[in-house]
């Protein structure tokens, strides 16, 4: 049997119960006095068992399904939220096996998404390091990027040296070095930027 180390305060209502053994779990007030849950006291195993294998892979679940219900997340994303809400890593995991079942995440479909979104406007490069933060594997954005259509660099950059005025005749030396490291920022490739201004590097 263990007993309840510390209870400390979380947002919304809810408390983090610290177990003896350095595991950890979150309940609401009317839960504590239900489960009969105090500082320095014992936890009944019968109780332990019921918050841990019922009552809160339930909540992780309907948690996941209403953080996916608005907008399409990644794994990582799913996983940090339910961390983040102090749900033990077992029971998250729980969750997220849950609800890939139900493909309501799927990191292929999130990442083919976000390409068609952000490829008219982003570099392939940039596209897929922000994919990267985000949890998207290498594996996971090749399968996407093979369902999808890939970002007109060429488009891009040229529109870029409209947006700033720049001109390949005119420009001086120090005007295209400057030019060359805002769109390797940008995510474009050597190649594709000499081909776009037209200069040795």
């Known amino acids: 049997m263990d007993y309840v180390d510390r209870i400390e305060a979380l947002s919304g209502g809810r408390y983090l119960v610290r177990l003896g053994d350095g595991r950890s779990f979150p309940l609401y007030k009317k839960e504590l006095d239900e489960y009969g849950i105090r500082e320095g006291e014992s936890l009944a195993p019968e109780c332990e068992t019921q918050i ?10 309907l948690c996941a399904m209403n953080y996916l219900q608005h907008m399409d997340r990644t794994e990582q994303q799913l996983r940090k939220k339910l961390s983040g809400l102090f749900y033990p890593g077992e029971i998250a995991q729980q969750a997220v096996a849950y609800v890939k079942s139900y493909r309501y ?15 008219e406007s982003r570099s392939l490069r940039r596209i ?3 994919l990267y933060q985000k949890g998207i594997s290498r594996e996971d954005f090749q399968e996407a990027l093979s369902q999808s259509e890939t970002p007109d660099e060429e488009r891009q950059i040229q529109e870029w040296l409209e947006k700033k005025h720049y001109s390949g005749e005119q420009a001086e030396r120090s005007e295209t070095e400057r ?11 050597l190649s594709a930027i000499r081909g776009a201004l037209q200069v040795e590097m």
């Open 105 to 119: 995440i799927d990191d292929v479909r999130y990442a083919a998404h976000y390409i068609e979104c952000h490829r």
């Open 179 to 189: 030019m060359i490291r805002f769109l390797l920022r940008k995510g474009y490739s």
């Open 128 to 130: 897929e390091q922000d």
């Open 52 to 61: 841990l294998q019922e009552l809160l892979p339930k909540r992780a679940k």
